[in-house]
């Protein structure tokens, strides 16, 4: 191995990045990619002297910043005027066109990503500096945090000198992702993606910026003229050098073709993987950006364009108690109906007791919602509060009556009856029916609550004896249609396995992971129910402590829901109707993670089912809680703190995903 043969191997992977982030492109797959990695991580441990600042292992992050370093401009960074209308767009061309002398411009038009302004500096090629914008004049050097981020290159493909702006930010689904590990962890949710994004790249940790995935997009040249004519063409000029730019931007001659286009972003924007707030719209020539100048705080060449708000007041009709799959009883505001951003919001939920207690809300009260893109509506605060009495937890549950406890953590409140709760009842069967579960397609939530309030379906087992004839009967039926979803209940009783019917019980602690040790201990539903008789709780319970992943919480949760008589009833109705799915028996792993154990926590790149997969396909075992018998603790974003403590004490060591793919490259 010599240096150059290093440097080229950096070289492949900064290319890798170039095709997955700006051509969207890859050429390879994830192993190879992480097997270059590797790779790299090998050489440069054993040449330490040969590592390049950018080299792709540098963005793992590194030491916590002790804070940010400031930068200052000679020239300041401009923002952008805003207008808000079309006539107001109208007023800015005219502006444009009388300062240009009767000439007619034409525009480029870009979305406004609604993510963190950030200033690149490459010099000879190389990422030299990134810094906020800041006040305009002075911003601060967040570089070690930039580098994490893989969509911007470290190294261009020639070794130019050139400085460029744009936006950091985080995908909607991303976003969603995030937000919705939070909420399920009784958090409470990030308020949005732009938010989340300049959280990320403040924080002073560069290790923990690598576990928040951010993106970005490149949209203006400093100095621009000197690689084109035009402001589009230096754009696409810096694409070819590897930045990432918008491929959303468009060309428009003069007013009509500019006021077309605009009309037309009414509906392109919520398709966008990203938040926009608005679009750009800026001279494309450089000499004509000349002539017109700037004012003393913005360009008179350029200017925003706002989309209508997303944010809009309405009147609480009252509160809807929703009770969910596993009991919790969660607050719902049900709203008088309001349009926000195209869609008609009539309900939001609360998440939990403790924000109702501090918006202190109650029926009529006017409050203020948001509704961004696909992203969940969110009641941001009461802004008139009716004559009428505060809104407080209930005690006993709105479906079955009975009384409500408080969880551990004192924020959830639930009902304890389970099968025996109508409304969970129903969720149940919702959960059950789930895209990796039991996978029926075709059996939504709403025909869900057709068949029973048809009283066709009180179970799950039920869904198993359902016929054509009784679904043609239903609202929105036809034969077709009820053959489709007979057909594909008996293929998913076909294709079941045991695990994935544990699973699809919702027991309280027992998803896909920790399913399959216990699945894979009893062989099918009739002999875990043939051992349950046999055996006290005591020894079910210290049975299944003994499988790997498998803690007390979990086999105390397993324990209760096999004894408890609604469910008993529902499990052996299910036997009966034949749904008893044998576990296959896998055969011993080989593989880089033959015999390790490994649970995955945290919001990772790759969903997590992929992750396992990967895991699995390498010989390894994925369980969902740290003990003594886990080899590594794979943490992502947002890991908790129980999970480390975990680790910390069972002396398992942690690793993010880099880690990971370090083990899996192993031959
Ligand atoms: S150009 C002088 N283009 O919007 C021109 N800005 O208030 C400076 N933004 O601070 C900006 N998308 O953070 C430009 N395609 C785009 C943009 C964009 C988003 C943000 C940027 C800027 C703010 C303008």
Redesign the pocket.
Known sequence: MTRDAYLALCQQIVEHDRRYYVEAAPTIADVEYDRLMADVRAIEAEQPAWVVAWSPTRRVGHQPLEGFSKVVRPVP????DNTYSEDDLRGFHDRVVKGLDGDQPTYSI????D?F?IELTYGAGELVLAAT?GDGTTGEDVSANVRTIRAIPQRLREDVDVVV?G?IYMTKAVFARLNAERVAAGEEPFKNPRNLAAGSIKLFDPREVTRRPLAAIL??VVDGERIAAGHLASLDAIRRLGIPT?TENQRAAGWDALAAAVAAWATRRDGLPYEVDGL?I?VDSYEQRAALGTTSKF?RW?I?YKFPARQVTTRVKELELNVGRTGAVTPVAILEPVEVSGTTVQRVSLHNWDQVARLGIGDRDRVLIEKAGEIIPQLLGVTERADSPRWVAPTACPSCDAALEREEDKVVLACPNRLGCPAQRLAAIDFFAARGLMNIDGLGERIVAQVVDAGLVADVADLFVLTVEQLEGLDRFGEQSARNLVASIAQARDQATFARLLAALGIPHVGGVVARPIAARHGSLSKLLATVDSTSSDQLIAQHTQIDGVGEVIARAVDRFVRDPHARVVMDKLIARGVDPEEPVTAPATGPLAGKTLVVTGTLSAPRGEVQARIEAAGGKVTGSVTKKTDYLVAGADTGKTKLDAAAKHGVPVIDEAGLAQLLAKP
Not at 77 to 80: D, E, G, R, T, V
Not at 110 to 113: A, H, V
């Open positions: 960074m401009l923002s952008l870009e979305p406004k990503i993510g302004g914008r702006r936006e949209y203006e918008s750009v800026k360009p350029a925003a």
